[in-house]
């Protein structure tokens, strides 16, 4: 299973932008095959789906998502980023990456449990 390093995060006022990235740190696995999602945890609440991308298919967002942020990947990198846009204070929170399957974001993407977390990047939106 790929570890990853996420960064990025920082202070920003309402309607600004960040750029976050998820890089993994797992040295010599495969990339390219992993469906990998970004998660947000809110202080006091527990984590909640953002974004999944996987090779070869269109993402897919939530629905506070879509719309302001925008995921991609670099597999020669073996880095997926989260642009956010449009951001708002409910925004705040701390962000995570992780693998959720092989080929494809499975159905249930946002309701599987997950074991491996980092240590995330943390969003401040205010101002």
Known sequence: Q????????????????LTLSCTSTTVGALFDVYAIAWFSQAPGKGREG?????GG??????????????VSRDDDKHTVFLQLTR?????TAT????VV???DCPRDVWTRAYDDWGQGTQVTVSG
């Open 2 to 17: 790929l570890q990853f390093a996420e960064s990025g995060g920082g202070l920003v006022q309402p309607g600004g932008s």
């Open 57 to 70: 298919h269109d993402p897919i967002y939530t629905e506070t998502a879509k719309g302001r942020f925008t």
């Open 87 to 91: 951001l708002q204070t409910d925004d």
């Open 101 to 103: 399957g092989r080929y």
């Open 50 to 54: 953002v974004s999944c991308i996987a």
């Open 95 to 98: 962000y995570y990456c992780t």
